[in-house]
């Protein structure tokens, strides 16, 4: 797997999706699920992270992981949309999140789950967006281990297998 070269790359998409800083929001969305559920898929890092990124869908999010995942995508069929997108247009710089997080240690793979460190990644600097991307991140991963397997959470977005 290649990835561009970090130079190559625009320099706004390159610091907002800086592969720490996805690989941060990684680990925290298998936090959040390995709490209420043990092992996370891989295949959930990938609309995990494209729900904590988008603003849309983050101010959305319900209060409580009590709030249905297929309901929340029925009642809100917008924000279903921009989901998949997202989520699709967003593999490549959630590949090189998770290969940095397994390199970094922040997470481990464990019978094709991913399992997040008890110790969290290292923050240097920290602001309003960073921490509201990773609540978000961590809510979504306890609300996605609810939700069924990653087949089904795939469906429901809109991803035929």
Not at 40 to 50: K, N, R
Not at 74 to 89: G, K, V
Request: aromatic residues 10%; glycine residues 6%; proline residues 6%.
């Amino acid at each position: 797997m290649t990835f561009a070269p970090w130079n190559n790359r625009q320099t706004d998409f390159a610091n907002y999706f800086n592969p720490a800083y996805l690989g941060v929001l990684v680990y925290s969305v298998a936090k959040g699920y390995n709490v209420t559920n043990g092992g996370m898929s891989i295949a959930l890092a990938f609309p995990g992270v494209a729900m904590a990124l988008h603003p849309d869908i983050r101010n959305a999010l319900p209060r409580s992981i009590a709030t249905r995942f297929s309901k929340w995508l029925r009642d809100n069929p917008e924000l279903r949309a921009d989901l998949l997108s997202s989520t699709l247009s967003l593999v490549p710089q959630v590949k090189e999140a998770v290969l940095t997080s397994l390199r970094s240690n922040w997470v481990s793979v464990e019978n094709g789950r991913l399992i997040a460190a008890a110790k969290a990644p290292p923050i240097l600097k920290s602001d309003k967006t960073f921490d509201d991307d990773q609540k978000a991140a961590a809510f979504v991963g306890k609300w996605l281990a609810k939700a069924g397997d990653d087949r089904e959470i795939y469906q429901q977005i809109g991803v035929r297998p």
